[in-house]
């Protein structure tokens, strides 16, 4: 998907909500409030129709049989009441009961029941059955999708709002889809339907008991709409309350240590009563609608009671329609709530399916190039040739030129926002450069597909990223392999002879599933040095022509550092080689070092050499941020 | 438990549960009068029957409405109510526990009971006593008058009930594990595409992204088939429930026929009993499917309880007072974890007098950290004596200790608000100046000067606006701001860059110089100028002395340094 600038800007706004919601649940609980209506409902409601599309015919089978049973359920009361008539019959004209027409009648209602109960039972089925397909559908596209942003949009979005939109937005959609939509549709069917039948049985007691229907939606709104700041304040406080909590139980420590305790205790107790009083509030607020409308369908039951009454005894009215018509005054008691809350269910899901189709509809990866490259030949030399790039308007890069040969070690150095980690991000082609060209082995780097450039490299990044599965699983994570196979068809001599390279070995084989143990998220059951050895193991089993490695700084103890430091000089000892250098060390054994600073490469040259020139190199060496 | 916490509002449940009475028994009586209307005024042609009857309805109508806002007033306060002093009973025990007794809690559980967990409490109080209680009430109130209109055809409706109840009670317990399995597929679902999220970098380095979404793909084919299988379970149970009504309806009808033929029954009564078989099968299916919050709630009353019975461990011990002299002393302790054998600190015995800096070097894991622990009586599993100016540690209160001695701790915590609120968390009357004067120690006022807002800066939650070293050297100014005998720093240099570290170092040194200092650390350029330095290797002090004399005569130290130098100069060989 290309897109100009000025469009992807357009999206940045308004995309995903941004991440300063706010302090805990607050922003979030806050913005879904307030996004309760989609910006475009037209546009987002035909998009939606449009993935409806492959299960149309469910959908439409599904209408068409919750009719049915709204149908049956309109016609059933008419004809108890016509039962009940057959019987009165018997009471009133003194002859026996006539069980002809009894049976007739009888018969009817049976088939309508079975047709009630098969069309409601089926339409939930087949509604089950197509939404949970779509949102299976949806979540696809989802996961795909985030596999070809840009790196940009990960660099701007907050993981928990990607992660709401999966969880909390889609499931909107899915139960309005589920449920919502048939609610309402049998609801609107059963009031239209009703209200024939009310007319149909006598008509002043039909004005008199649709009378109820505008006053009491315009009661109940006008209570939704004096109670919604009331919610909204209760959710903000809940918010500020969680967020609150939270805090002071991360900040364990300086709670204790620092005599905070009661203070801390003090303000929650405070914040928990203001609580406490806008919860009962909000929650009374939120039944009282019930009572109101009651009150309205209630008092007209009995006008009706009395009305109709008078009417079977003047004999306007038969008992059995009589009945029926009680009947149906109590059928529109729950319809009726609902089709008040139908559109407030069906704006908010629209307003979580814009939000979704805004992702899928964010900046994609462009591909320049659809070549392949044959990693057995690639010698691993690497120029940059003029190249310009910026994150922003503002470029950072200006004009960048180095040239790196087969082999070569190349050790980075320079403050934190010198570059470092944007020449890595651009020999992956996490980005694209915007001027200038990266070559390797002679052929521009465009000319490539992502997928396959990326082969030529492995990498190692500080932040240890391993995925929650068993060791093998990630160290096997790194080779490369077809999209039929699995990670557990990476022989497992090719996953230890990796870890033995990577010093990993050992420690592995000492915990009690040895390769088999299973990480938890983020790994934590083992240290932090260990995680950095798996990386390694990772980046090891790809045998790739070029390395990235970015060094460790992260407290580890000394043991497992030599470690780290024999393991990466393994990694890097037949490939090229790029090391953002935190050590001394590193720099030391590099063939060359480049200095860079804003964005430029300021020296070049080996230790030695950038010593004597006294530069920037010397100054930092010297100040020690070696 | 719950009951214990509803004591305090009975007055309120009882009033709740008495117009929750009064508002189902006028519900009830609405069709029972009709049933009069019918009979007594429309069947014999009285019109003021029918008006004065119907006259008793609205009455009862509106002690329906009243009642019903009345029981709803008492509800809400009560559930509100009972989830305030839950909530802050978790949290003022959870605040006030030691390490110890903490244990094992993690911060995510414990903000889950205080948060979650109380909610579902509220919800299982909200539902027992408005839905289940009135549709209980309505079940056997209908199935009273049925049997006061007439004792045979009540009977039939009386056999159903339990048929309808038991169906809705296999439907929803078959159901139920599939709702654990659709869990267990969308928590895999959500993990996953978290850790793609979290990993994107890597994932594309290694050309992932199509694995990436087979597995995802298998969690959501799984998650689509188990909701299928559960859903379509629940969803035969309301139009089963109706099916049953309507049969239900027509044998009424039939028998109803019969006996009129006999003359046993009138249509008033009939009618009645129609009303009253529909009002108690709705009531019985909406029972069956509110029943499951009794299994859901379970385990949030559950891990509430395991909060609330847990008591804390340390207690403070009567000691006669000893020597007023100006030493933090450890005397041969021995630590143990609670519940393990293994000691993880031996015969550690060491003073710091004030006006002292020492310094405890050592690798991860060999015990430095728990050292500071000890001083700060988070644990009290240890042999041997602890004591602040000759008084031993566990005679003083928490609130004394935090008097004597600041701990700046390993894992940086700021606050969300504004630097200057954080810095008063070290000391609450902090002035600006006070403030200014420690940020400038740590190198960071020119930041703060910079950065436009001066003191209100507004740090964000967890510190996302600040860098690792800004933080780490905040929480160091925090710590310096506080007035006390004796400052721990738990190898909170480590984010800093040597030049930094150094001019911080430089400036605790000139402001602390009468007090007794510890340095945490695991490098040797951080404890080279202490006074005194303890080397500790697998919870034993194994040297002592200033950096010359143990880098001539302890081995470990010895290890620590050429390991360092490896590592800084001279490369992996």
């Known amino acids: 998907m290309m897109r100009n600038t000025d469009q992807t800007k357009d999206k940045r706004d308004d995309g995903l909500p941004g991440v300063s919601k706010g302090v805990g649940g607050a922003g979030r609980v806050a913005g879904l409030l307030a996004s309760g209506s989609a910006k475009d409902s037209k546009g987002t409601f035909s998009r939606l129709l449009k993935n409806v599309g492959p299960f149309k015919w469910f959908f439409i089978t599904a209408i068409i049989l919750t009719l049915l049973a709204s149908g049956a359920q309109i016609f059933i009361p008419r004809l108890i009441g016509d039962i009940i008539n057959i019987i009165t019959s018997v009471f009133q004209k003194d002859i026996g009961l006539d069980w002809i027409a009894f049976k007739k009648v009888a018969i009817i209602l049976v088939l309508l029941f079975i047709v009630q109960f098969s069309a409601n039972y089926f339409s939930s089925v087949l509604l089950i059955r197509m939404t949970q397909k779509l949102i299976r559908s949806i979540r696809d596209q989802m996961q795909e999708k985030l596999n070809r942003l840009t790196l940009n949009y990960f660099d701007r979005s907050s993981t928990g709002d990607m992660i709401s939109l999966l969880t909390n937005d889609l499931d909107n959609v899915s139960n309005t889809l589920q449920s919502g939509l048939t609610n309402s549709l049998t609801a609107i069917v059963i009031l239209v339907g009703v209200a024939i039948m009310m007319f149909n049985i006598h008509v002043t007691l039909a004005l008199l008991a649709l009378i109820v229907v505008p006053v009491s939606y315009l009661l109940v709104k006008y209570l939704v709409k004096k109670a919604k700041p009331i919610f909204q304040r209760n959710a903000n406080l809940t918010g500020h309350f969680n967020g609150q909590i939270e805090e002071i139980y991360n900040g364990e420590d300086i709670v204790k240590h620092y005599n905070l305790g009661n203070e801390l205790k003090e303000e929650i107790s405070a914040l928990n009563e203001r609580l406490y009083e806008s919860e009962w509030k909000s929650s009374f607020v939120s039944f009282l609608t019930r009572p109101a409308g009651d009150l309205i369908l209630n008092a007209n039951y009995v006008l009706i009671a009395i009305l109709g009454g008078k009417y079977v005894i003047s004999g306007v009215l038969s008992l059995g329609a009589f009945q029926a018509f009680i009947r149906y005054t109590q059928m529109l008691r729950n319809p009726f709530t609902q089709v008040l809350g139908i559109l407030n269910t069906i704006m908010s899901a629209l307003a979580s399916a814009e939000r979704i189709f805004s992702f899928l509809d964010a900046e994609e990866t462009v591909q320049t190039g659809m070549e392949t490259i044959d990693i057995g030949k690639t010698t691993g030399e690497i120029e940059f040739n003029n190249v310009d790039f910026g994150y922003t308007d503002e470029l950072l890069f200006k004009n960048v030129n180095l040239k790196v040969n087969p082999g070569e070690q190349l050790a980075i150095v320079g403050t934190t926002g010198a570059g470092k980690t944007t020449l890595v991000n651009l020999l992956m082609r996490f980005y694209e450069i915007e001027g200038g060209k990266i070559i390797l082995d002679g052929h521009n780097t465009k000319r490539y597909h992502t997928d396959e450039l990326r082969k030529a490299y492995s990498m190692v990044l500080q932040d240890t990223w391993l995925f929650s599965g068993t060791i093998r699983e990630n160290i096997a994570y790194g080779a490369t392999i077809s999209s039929e196979k699995e990670l557990c068809d990476v022989p497992l001599e090719e996953i230890k002879a990796a870890a033995k390279l990577a010093h990993a070995d050992s420690f592995i084989e000492c915990l009690p599933d040895g390769y088999d143990t299973m990480l938890t998220e983020g790994a934590t059951n083992i240290s932090q040095g260990e995680r950095q050895l798996l990386t390694i193991a990772r980046a090891m089993i790809k045998k790739a022509p070029i390395i990235i490695l970015d060094e460790a700084t992260s407290s580890v103890d000394t043991r497992t550092e030599l470690f780290i430091q024999h393991a990466m000089k393994e990694l890097t000892s037949n490939s090229t080689s790029f090391v953002i250098a935190h050590r001394l060390s590193t720099v030391h054994d590099a063939d060359r070092i480049i200095v860079m600073d804003k964005g430029s490469i300021v020296e070049v040259g080996t230790h030695t050499e950038l010593l004597d020139r006294g530069g920037r190199y010397a100054e930092m060496y010297t100040a020690g941020q070696l | ?573």
């Open chain 2, 1 to 573: 438990m719950i009951l214990q916490y509803a004591k305090k509002y009975s007055a309120l449940i009882v009033g709740q549960l008495f117009f929750a009475t009064v508002w189902m028994l006028s519900q009830l009586a609405i069709p029972r009068l009709m049933v009069d209307i019918i009979d007594y005024g429309i069947m014999v042609g009285d019109m003021s029957q029918v008006v004065q009857r119907g006259m008793l309805m609205l009455l009862a109508t509106i002690a329906n409405i009243v009642s019903l806002l009345i029981s709803i007033y008492f509800l809400t306060r009560v559930t509100a109510g009972i989830s305030r002093d839950l909530r802050s009973d978790l949290f003022e025990r959870i605040i006030d526990w030691s390490k110890q007794t903490r244990g094992s809690f993690s911060n995510s559980t414990l903000i889950t009971r205080t948060v979650n967990d109380v909610k579902q409490v509220s919800i299982l109080i909200d539902m027992s006593l408005r839905k289940i209680y009135t549709l209980t009430i309505t079940v056997i109130g209908a199935v009273i008058i049925s049997f006061s209109i007439d004792v045979k055809m009540a009977s039939i409706i009386l056999v159903i009930i339990p048929i309808i109840f038991i169906l809705a009670l296999r439907l929803t317990s078959k159901a139920l594990p599939k709702y654990s399995r659709i869990r267990e597929a969308i928590d895999r679902m959500n993990q996953r595409f978290r850790e793609n999220v979290t990993g994107i970098r890597v994932v594309k380095a290694f050309n992932k992204s199509d694995y990436e979404t087979k597995m995802f793909q298998e969690a959501t084919k799984e998650a689509c088939q188990a909701n299928v299988q559960a859903e379509s379970t629940m969803m035969l149970l309301s139009p089963l429930v109706l099916l049953f009504t309507n049969i239900l309806i027509l044998i009424l009808l039939y028998l109803g026929g019969v006996r009129a033929v006999l003359g046993t029954i009138t249509v008033g009564a009939l009618i009645g009993l129609i009303e009253y078989a529909i009002m108690a099968l709705n009531n019985i299916q909406q029972f069956a499917s509110i029943i499951t919050i009794f299994p859901r709630s379970k385990v949030s009353i559950d891990r509430i309880q395991e909060i609330l019975s847990t008591d804390e461990v340390l207690r403070i011990k009567e000691t006669t007072a000893g020597f007023k002299e100006n030493v933090l002393r450890f005397n041969d302790v021995d630590f143990y974890y609670p519940n393990s054998n293994a000691a993880v600190l031996h015969d550690i015995h060491f003073e710091l007098n004030k006006g002292e800096t020492k310094a405890v070097i050592g690798s991860t894991g060999s015990g430095k950290s728990t050292l500071i622990r000890l001083m700060m009586r988070d644990y009290d599993t240890y042999r041997g004596q602890i004591s602040y100016n000759g008084q031993d540690i566990t005679s003083l209160s928490k609130t004394e200790i935090n008097h004597i001695v600041t701990h700046i701790p390993q894992t940086t915590f700021l606050f969300s608000g504004t630097i200057r609120e954080n810095l008063q968390t070290g000391k609450k009357e902090a002035t600006d100046d006070e403030i200014w004067e420690v940020l400038n120690m740590v190198q960071m006022g020119d930041f703060f000067h910079q950065a436009g807002k001066g003191l209100d800066f507004y740090i964000a939650q967890n510190a996302v606006n600040l860098s690792g070293g800004q933080k780490q050297r905040i929480s160091i100014a925090r710590g310096l701001i506080r007035e006390t005998d004796f400052y721990l720093f738990d190898d909170c240099f480590s984010a800093l860059d040597y030049s930094t570290e150094k001019k911080v170092r430089q400036a605790i040194r000139k402001k602390l110089s009468d007090k007794g200092v510890l340095v945490i650390a695991q490098r040797v350029a951080t404890v080279k100028d202490a006074d005194e330095i303890l080397v500790i290797d697998n919870g034993k002090i194994v040297g002592k002395g200033s950096h010359r004399e143990l880098e001539e005569r302890c081995p470990v130290y010895q290890e620590i340094i050429t390991s360092q130098k490896k590592i800084d100069k001279g490369g992996a060989k």
